[in-house]
């Protein structure tokens, strides 16, 4: 590996530990959505007797688990199954399920668990209501989590000038959907994460749903949240260069983590801090300038301060794309999963768009906030990739219930994204028809639309 000095106390052994591979092939998924009142649409705050505060000490209260704390104070909490409910700097709640052997298992508990919450948290006066972003709140007017981590980050964000001049609105307004799946050897690495890379454009013009931002469409965008992201360090978000080589190593993506700065790290007293503002590979050399050295907690914490397409560890976490409406989430761990896990379809996806370069990614990627399935990827219109993906990931879905690992009922969760492209109106299309139709410009009207 390159990048790494004489004087560093983490070697090779140990920046690649967070990369292992797993010994089966799971599913995870991680959905976020936003505490908001039914008749206004805003987020609830973090304190209050409706706070976000209150319904996370009831979920403790209810439910079991383990507290998760920063500087005290409750951000989340680590429940009995493996599951976990925690906050997003804005507010947001996010659900992350433990991972489990199919795709309808993963369905079914979050089902359960987005339903059981949402119950709970309508005790609260409150509606849970997943997607893509917070349609309704400014961002002059949030009132941030307190989490310190969450203060340097904006912090540090605000300190890159432009490249970092959205990161607000990520961190207060989006929410997503994401899918975790496994890779079992360096070589199964390769071929799934390159795939992967090579389908998110796709993927994230297929699912654009966030065309609502402070109550407004007149911006005419179809992803606000795929927006923001242009702008929140592009280094460290979107693609991930070593992982569009065909044979891409868990070595390459570690030394291009070790060229990104640390942004803050945890110190065993339980405080953040705010990271030098050089490369980690340095922090390896020359350490923090009260004399410590980083550990391989913060080599882990620094993995998690990268938001690529693809985000790479012990597993490979999906999170290009906005979530989409509640009854069609299940179409995300299907797509991804069918195109995982099955050799077939992999290899086919790979064959049919590995030949795009870096600047037609981040030129598609520039595009489909505004475009959708109308966003072009090196020349070619994305909306016949998108077809064939569906195509592939449909025949992955069969394989593996022909195998016994998924019942039938699984294909019919891409049943939404095939009408998608059959029709040409993305969810975002859907939502800015009924907002100027039968919703009526009426926040109320979309939170019952649209809540779990």
């Known amino acids: 590996m390159t990048g790494i000095g004489a004087g560093a106390e983490l070697g090779r052994a140990e920046l690649l530990a967070p990369f292992r591979p797993g010994r089966s092939e799971q599913v995870g998924m991680e959905v976020e959505c936003g505490l908001v009142d039914p008749a206004t ?5 973090y304190s209050g007797e409706r706070g976000v505060l209150a319904v996370l000490e009831a979920v403790l209260d209810g439910w079991g688990g383990e507290r998760q704390e920063d500087a005290g104070r409750l951000t989340g909490v ?10 997003e700097h804005g507010g947001q709640i996010e659900y992350s399920s433990a991972p489990v052997p199919s795709v309808a298992r993963a369905v079914d508990d979050m089902r359960a668990a987005l339903e059981r919450l949402a119950e709970l948290v309508g005790r609260f006066g409150l509606a849970l209501l997943p997607g893509a972003n917070l349609p309704f709140d400014r961002l002059a007017d949030v009132r941030w989590v307190p989490m310190t981590r969450g203060a340097i980050m904006r912090d540090y964000f605000a300190g890159l000038g432009e490249p970092g001049g959205r990161a607000r609105y990520v961190m207060a307004l989006s929410l997503s959907t994401q899918v975790t799946l496994d890779h079992l050897s360096p070589e199964d690495l390769a071929r799934k994460l390159r795939m992967q890379m090579a389908a998110a454009p796709v993927v994230s013009a297929l699912l654009v749903n966030s065309p609502i931002q402070e109550g407004s469409s007149s911006s005419g965008l179809l992803s606000h949240r795929c927006w923001a992201w242009l702008r929140m360090d592009p280094r460290r978000g979107g693609v991930l260069p070593p992982a569009l080589r065909p044979g891409v190593t868990a070595e390459e993506i570690a030394d291009w983590a070790l060229g990104l700065p640390l942004i803050h790290y945890r110190t065993p007293d339980g405080r953040y801090h705010r990271a030098p503002d050089r490369p980690f ?15 391989r907690a913060h080599w882990a914490a620094h993995l998690n301060q990268i938001w690529t397409n693809t985000r790479v560890r012990g597993t490979l976490e999906l999170r290009a794309s906005d979530g989409p409406p509640y009854p069609f989430i299940p179409a995300v761990p299907a797509l991804w999963a069918g195109l995982t896990y099955h050799p077939g379809s992999r290899e086919a996806v790979w064959e049919l768009l590995g030949r795009h370069t870096l600047s037609d990614h981040r030129a598609a990627l520039a595009e489909l906030p505004a475009l959708g399935l109308a966003t072009r990827l090196g020349g070619e219109p994305v909306r016949p990739l998108a077809a064939e993906l569906l195509r592939l990931a449909r025949a992955g879905l069969a394989a ?3 195998a016994g690992l998924e019942p039938p009922h699984v294909l019919g969760y891409l049943d939404p994204l095939d009408e998608i492209v059959a029709t040409g109106r993305t969810f975002a299309e859907q939502c800015r028809e009924r907002w100027h139709g039968d919703l009526r410009h009426d926040p109320a009207r979309y939170v019952a639309a649209y809540r779990v």
């Open 41 to 45: 649409g805003l987020a609830a705050r």
């Open 78 to 87: 680590l429940l009995p199954d493996g599951s976990q409910i925690t906050l």
């Open 281 to 295: 590979a340095e922090l390896l050399r020359h350490g923090y300038p009260d004399g410590s050295r980083p550990t």
């Open 400 to 402: 593996r219930v022909a």
